[in-house]
């Protein structure tokens, strides 16, 4: 059984600084590629960050990496905007398809106070 359980979400001030982390377990993670979306209140999901790319709203803020050794995928944020606020999920798919996202955690929330 797959999972992908988010930590590291919480209040945090503008301007502040999170990490987020995202254990996967059942899969072998290294086959995988992971990403980062979030879902504000009232609005679509949407992507964060990947490997190869990231959200132009997050650029030069936000900086994904991963640890093989611990099957854990990361998400550095910083200069934090209240519009930052929202339901962050992190999402497997398998490196060597063009296949979507088929794996997501349960979110973990982040909330920017101005």
């Known amino acids: 059984q797959v999972q992908l359980v988010e930590s590291g979400g919480g209040l945090v001030q503008a301007g502040g600084s999170l990490r987020l982390s995202c254990a996967a377990s059942?899969?072998?993670?290294?086959?995988?590629?992971m990403g980062w979306f979030r879902q504000a209140p009232g609005k679509e999901r949407e992507f964060v960050a990947s490997?190869?790319s990231y959200a132009d709203s997050v650029k030069g803020r936000f900086t994904i990496s991963r640890d093989n050794a611990k099957n854990t995928v990361y998400l550095q944020m910083s200069s934090l905007k209240p519009e930052d606020t929202a339901v962050y999920y992190c999402?497997?798919?398998?490196?060597?398809?063009?296949?979507?996202?088929?794996?997501w955690g349960q979110g973990t929330q982040v909330t920017v106070s101005s």
């Open positions: 999402a497997a798919r398998e490196s060597a398809t063009n296949r979507g996202y088929k794996y």
């Open positions: 059942g899969l072998p993670f290294s086959s995988y590629s």
């Open positions: 490997r190869t």
